[in-house]
């Protein structure tokens, strides 16, 4: 009898043990691809925000002047393309699922001091590479238009004045 | 680079789908889209695996024809096509009047 | 005593309703003479932020229609871009896809076996069936990451691959699940109890399924051999699968098609697994997509279309989505006509509705 069929089952499933797992009390199994919540590592970010342009909900906010990595795990959808995207592998993809909260709160990374101190010394280097090309760019500019000065004494023909262009890249 | 599109006017659209519906072809789905200031209503027919398109432009404010004399089951589409463009759909079988959609603005996709 | 006749209000609360559809009954004593359905409490709008996302971020916002179908939407859209841009995805790309896909449709169907043993009242079956539905869950977890929402496919292939190992590791889950739905199958197909709540409830003929164009299990249970994958596109030109159909035309042959069809998905996963060819899953893209396009697959619910209208820009001009229970509606008021008070609740769970879907 079909009704039988199902009487076994039944009880075959009550001396079984449960299907399902206590999970508040014991482990939950998370398999190793789950895609939990994102984390930054913040002895490497660079803050240079790719992350912040590549997230389709926009929960992802950089503070370059605060020196801060802001995420809103409750705006999150956990679809990993910060993490594929980051250039200095400093996002990662946990595991764990995020934790439940009363509010739709946001979580602040600050950037270590080390990284801080290492942005400061990258930001100082750049700023006396680029005021070292300044100088030698007025010098070159200063000597074009001795050059030109002199080139007019003897053909009277105007300098080619590519100073302005130069600086603009210089910025840029 | 749809296939088996026919592109025709507003006038002929019901003479042209009592056509396909003696052809033996079955409406699979009308949908309204955007261009510019004009709508591109697109009719799909389905027979077996094959599948062609009908497609007509109308300007705003233009009244189109119910195909639903024709294909009684395609009174779901007009009524999406009316709630979402605001497309006046004259003489559908079951109109809803605006009401298949619970939008908070009225025709959000004009 | 000539019957008078009442309005039922059904829905869109409900126990027995997994999404919000409100049917008006039209009823002369036990019986309903007309039903009225009417949907539109979950509209979201998804198919307008085409105009406002990046069209490789409307992914995420195309799987995002439905939970259960979430890979097919995706993927729908996914393919209909790729039409238009002139992309061929890697054949590792298409297997991989046809196997996530195929795994979908198992999790849908156990899912609906589950909601049917809970339309008709008997809630041990629904447990049992809803607990091998864990372990698709569970392998799609494995596979992608992600339990409902998979995130792994894009316009040009994968974003991630899925481990040979992984993949070796879904044989004996599939044998396990698929013994466990046989000893369910005999419940819902010889159980007598069963039986007199679904044989002959809601019967839909052959010639009005076609007419309605209804779609899916609903049209292949009248009768109708019609599935759109059939049509070949990602890997199923390369797997073996027959069209499952059943002559009966009412919730047991539904039930039936449904059933049957999960044992088919298992077989092409396997014949998936068996072939999976070593290669990349990813092709790189290059501008933007220009031009129009539908694609039509099979979804769990049955067939769906995508429409996309591209004009060349990063932002797409339409989006469509013609989901199986949009066409499965005028079907559902059909066989609702005539049938008892009682057999409404299992008649609107037959054809699988999935209004979120419906409505986007």
Redesign the interface.
Known sequence: MAFVNFTKTELKNLFKKPATEKYPEGPSTIKDATRGHVANNMDACVLCSVCQMRCPTGAITVDRKAQTWTIRPFSCIQCRRCVDNCPKKSLSMQKEYTEPDMTKSEQVYELSDKQKQFLAEQARQAAERAAAAMEAKKKAAEEKKAQAAANAESLTKPPVNDEKKADDKKEG | ??ENLEEIELVGLLNKIKEIKTDGW????I?A???GENY?L?Y?F?K??D?K?VKITVEPGVHVPSVTDI???A???ENEIH?LFGIEVDGIN?D?KG?????ATPA??A | MASKRSVIPFGPQHPVLPEPIHIDLVTEDEKVVEAIPSIGFVHRGLEHLVTKKDFGEMVYVAERICGICSFGHGYGYVNAIEHIMDIHPTDRARYVRTLLFELSRMHSHILWLGLMADAFGFESLFMETWKYREKVLDMLEAATGGRVIFSIIRIGGLRKDVPDDVLKGFLPELDNIVEGIKACEKSFLSDPAVLSRLKGVGYLSKEDAINLSCEGPMLRASGVAHDNRTRGYAAYDDVDFEIITSDEGDSYGRCYVRIQEIYQSADIIRQCIEKMPQEGIYVPIKGFPNGEYMTIIEQPRGGACYYVHASGKKFIERMRVRTPTFANIPALAKTLQGCDVADVPILVVTIDPCISCTER
């Open positions: 680079m749809l079955l409406v699979m789905q949908c889209t955007k261009i591109e697109l799909t389905g077996d695996y599948v398109h294909f009684p089951a009174f779901l589409y709630d079951h809803y009401g298949l959609y619970r939008t959000p996709f």
